[in-house]
């Protein structure tokens, strides 16, 4: 019901949005266009400005190139000291838009089909049931209404590390499978049952051990330290991780205060905390090269685990595959409409300026109350993540390039980027593939976790960075 409301909100907002542009802001008679048909390479409004106008980084850019992108303008010299601004189209229109969603959801069916096929292995194997036994006194724990070694345990251990390790494409589908398992005992098929809800919860709040492809990012972007971020957005993604089980908890009236539980949040604690240590203890290089070892070198021994132990019950390992894969296409195209649905509203949302309106609220806020500008310049990360994962990924890259990529901006937008996860998509995903329509509280209580990692990542910026 939370998400209902929330998607109708999106659209209503979006369009009165919209319409207030188009009939008081000059230069809007093609804002509805854009809003239907609109592609993320037009542009919407041009204008002129002054060399003197443009920070640093785009003259270095023009140096090079005859074009350059500043925020969400593309810059073009024309003369001397004039430049031609041309404003681009922040999201793809509501037909690109509905493009997308497929194509999205196409790329995944090949992931989807890989990883299921494998995963149909290991059941048949018994490799599930195994994990389940071994993660079982701490899950019985948080999930008091799952049976005892049931499937859905070792579905979520294995969507767990893959998280941990930053493996989004392996994450996805061992997800799909720990829903699909928790859906099989849930008493109401369209209703998210508390385990369902305790493990999404904790699967949204992004906990992660290595930001790999931020990190890339910053190299890219020519950061002399691209890795100072790695440890402020372990302790984010931490207490994000930690808050959504906690409001959870409180939900459903779990005792946290166990010696069991206390046992593992520590162990955990106690690795994050090893792997600080040898990472800081690594250069640049040093850690994209064990990071990106370790995710790709993690996915190849599950593989080989599960052929092995196939071998080993002497089960027929190419058809328990293709059975599995088979679940893994039917998947990907059954949460199609939930992603088309969802992106549709963001995009509207988007596009209508709607989300530029609150953040130059925030901004107004911000400098009423002597705030520091430098979170204001970061902040259109953090309130994009929970709508679109691409989409925080180029606001970040705008914020390392207009600001510089080890600047506190630049090293705050970065950590924000890594605190959080892709809500709204989760959610579509997740409860998309086994026909959930009643969300319960899982929306708000995904939101909440988003915010508590923002503020550790303002609170570890000032730490590490300020």
């Given at each position: ?149 049931h499937p859905s345990m070792g579905h979520m251990v294995m969507n767990f590390s893959a ?95 166990q010696p069991v539980i206390l046992f593992w949040v520590l162990g955990i604690s106690t ?82 300026g709607a989300f530029e309106f609150i953040l130059d609220g925030i901004k107004h806020l ?101």
């Open positions: 019901m939370a998400l209902s409301r929330i998607w109708t909100a999106f659209i209503i907002v979006a369009l009165l949005v919209a319409a207030g542009k188009f009939a008081f802001q000059p230069g809007q008679q093609q804002l509805f266009s854009h809003l239907v048909t609109g592609k993320n390479s037009d542009t919407t409004a041009a204008r002129t400005l002054d060399s003197t106008a443009l920070p640093l980084a785009v003259h270095t850019q023009l140096a090079n190139q005859k074009t350059a992108v500043w925020g969400k303008e593309k810059v073009y010299k024309t003369g001397e000291k004039e430049y031609r601004a041309y404003r681009l189209l922040p999201a793809n229109g509501i037909f690109e838009t509905t493009k997308d969603a497929v194509t999205l959801c196409i790329g995944l069916i090949g992931i989807m089909a890989l990883f299921m096929g494998f995963m149909s292995i290991a059941e048949k194997a018994g490799g599930i049931r195994f994990l389940s036994r071994i993660i079982g006194p701490f899950f019985s724990k948080i999930f008091p209404e799952v049976p005892k070694n998280n941990l390790m930053g493996l989004d494409n392996a994450a996805t589908p061992f997800g799909i499978k720990a829903m699909e398992s928790l859906q099989e005992i849930n008493p109401d098929k369209t209703r998210a049952s508390n385990a369902q809800l305790m493990f999404l919860c904790l699967h949204a709040s992004g906990l992660t051990l290595i930001p790999t492809i931020i990190i890339a990012d910053r190299v890219a972007l020519k950061s002399a330290h691209p890795t100072d971020i790695f440890i402020p957005c372990m302790i984010a993604t931490f207490v994000a991780t930690i808050a959504a089980m906690t409001i959870v908890a409180i939900r459903q009236r779990i005792n946290l205060i690795v994050i905390a090893a792997l600080i240590y040898y990472i800081k203890s690594l250069d640049a290089q040093g850690v994209q090269l064990f990071s990106t070892s370790l995710s790709n070198g993690i996915i190849l021994l599950i593989f080989l685990l599960i052929v092995l132990g196939g071998v080993y019950k002497k089960i027929n390992i190419f058809d328990a595959f293709i059975d599995g894969a088979k679940g893994g296409f039917e998947t990907a195209v059954r949460i199609i409409p939930y992603l088309v649905g969802l992106l549709v509203a963001i995009s509207l949302l988007r596009n209508s911000f400098a009423l109350l002597n705030g520091d500008a430098r979170i204001v310049d970061a902040l259109p990360t953090a309130l994009l993540k929970p709508l679109s994962g691409s989409g925080a990924r180029a606001i970040m890259i705008d914020t390392l390039n207009a600001h510089g990529a080890d600047s506190f901006a630049g090293n705050l937008a970065s950590v924000f980027r890594g605190s959080s996860d892709t809500t709204f998509y989760i959610i579509a995903v997740y409860f998309g593939a086994v026909g959930i329509k009643n969300t319960r509280y899982a929306v708000t209580t995904m939101l909440l976790a988003d915010l508590a990692g923002i503020i550790t990542a303002i609170a570890m910026a000032y730490i590490f960075f300020a």
